[in-house]
């Protein structure tokens, strides 16, 4: 069964008093110095305002925090699982498979079985989270980044196979010259597929979005199945644009854009634009600068229905509380975004 977290302030004053009552029950990550720790842990303790309490550590990882390495709260007795976290310590970047875990003499499916008892996710899932955390690390850092992006589309056939999988149909069924060309753009943070046509941008989404496919349907449908294979003019700008925002050297994204939506949506939309990179906003406050104060869930629904990321900044909006909400491209991810953007927030007020 289950164990239902009580409420943050409980949390925190057993956090406090490294109640052992919780350990392995509830984790805190703490947004000042990006890892996560039992609540025994002995460090310093942050301030409650720092912290986000978590039921598991799969749940820790995918909102992008490391564990702590004074409480280890990854350390299990199971030898195969210590290995595996030891072989990943060792090689954060590596891109790990199934077969890497079967040379280290490992059966896949026990292993998976074990993680997922263990952690609420997969090694693999866990691998790929580092390898991707790693990279933008990096880059933030200014190293030179190549293999350890995972790119995840490794030929164009591979990329139209993984596309015609999203859209339910053949590989082979796409028009060369449709209206819409859709590509994929490697980021730090992982794939991002963008759809274009020869002015503007329909869709620009991480890769592994679960509500991708279903976005995918609705272009679809409005470009009256003109959706195919290829670049125009404005994928380049959009890659040139991205890399300058990843980079750190540019905020500011001037590409056309198509937007899909009712003209509430849109003009929600429009407003997460007028957000600047590194401030933050609640639905309540977005609802209020739009002039509707009664409309937060109208807001939140616009806010999850966008699929234009990064450059509709939906990633800005945040719980009234402070606290990271719901993100399509994964929590860990919007903590990226957020943690990189503060980099633009100082250059402006320097």
């Given at each position: 069964m289950l164990f239902d977290l009580p409420n943050d302030?409980?949390?925190?004053?057993?956090?406090?008093?490294?109640?052992?009552?919780?350990?392995?029950?509830?984790?805190?990550?703490?947004?000042?110095?990006?890892?996560?720790?039992?609540?025994?842990?002995?460090?310093?303790?942050?301030?409650?305002e720092n912290c986000t309490f978590f039921p598991d550590v799969g749940a820790c990882i995918a909102a992008g925090f490391r564990p702590c390495k004074r409480c280890q709260p990854l350390s299990q007795p199971d030898p195969a699982v210590a290995a595996l976290l030891?072989?990943?310590?060792?090689?954060?970047?590596?891109?790990?498979?199934?077969?890497?875990?079967?040379a280290m003499g490992y059966d896949p499916s026990t292993i998976r079985r074990a993680f997922k008892r263990a952690f609420g996710i997969t090694f693999l899932d866990m691998a790929r989270q580092r390898r991707l955390?790693?990279?933008?690390?990096?880059l933030k850092s200014g190293k030179v980044i190549d293999a350890q992006l995972d790119a995840g589309f490794d030929s164009p056939s591979a990329f139209r196979s993984a596309f015609a999988r999203l859209m339910g149909t053949a590989p082979n069924s796409f028009a060369k010259?449709?209206?819409?060309?859709?590509?994929?753009?490697?980021?730090?943070l992982g794939p991002m597929i963008a759809v274009c046509d020869k002015r503007s941008l329909h869709l620009l989404e991480f890769a592994d979005r679960k509500a991708l496919p279903a976005a995918l349907q609705r272009l679809?449908?409005?470009?009256?199945?003109?959706?195919?294979?290829?670049?125009?003019?404005?994928?380049?700008?959009?890659?040139?644009?991205?890399?300058g925002y990843f980079d750190g050297s540019n905020d500011r994204f001037d590409i056309p854009l198509t937007l899909h939506g009712s003209p509430f949506t849109q003009s929600v939309w429009m407003a997460l634009r007028q957000i600047p990179a590194g401030a933050t906003r609640s639905y309540g406050d977005l609802a209020r600068?739009?002039?509707?104060?009664?409309?937060?869930?109208?807001?939140?629904?616009?806010?999850?229905?966008?699929q234009i990321a990064l450059i509709i900044p939906c990633h800005r909006v945040i719980g009234a509380d402070g606290s990271l909400t719901g993100y399509g491209g994964g929590l860990w991810r919007k903590r990226q975004l957020i943690d990189l953007e503060r980099h633009y927030a100082q250059r402006k007020t320097a």
């Open positions: 302030q409980t949390l925190y004053a057993a956090l406090l008093e490294r109640d052992p009552a919780y350990d392995g029950r509830a984790y805190v990550g703490v947004r000042s110095t990006g890892v996560f720790c039992r609540l025994i842990c002995p460090a310093r303790k942050p301030k409650p030891d072989a990943l310590d060792q090689q954060p970047d590596r891109r790990w498979s199934e077969t890497d875990v079967i955390a790693t990279g933008f690390t990096a010259d449709a209206l819409l060309r859709a590509d994929h753009i490697d980021t730090p679809r449908k409005a470009a009256k199945g003109q959706i195919g294979i290829g670049r125009h003019n404005t994928t380049d700008q959009v890659e040139t644009a991205l890399k600068d739009m002039g509707a104060p009664q409309a937060t869930r109208a807001v939140a629904r616009a806010n999850g229905a966008n």
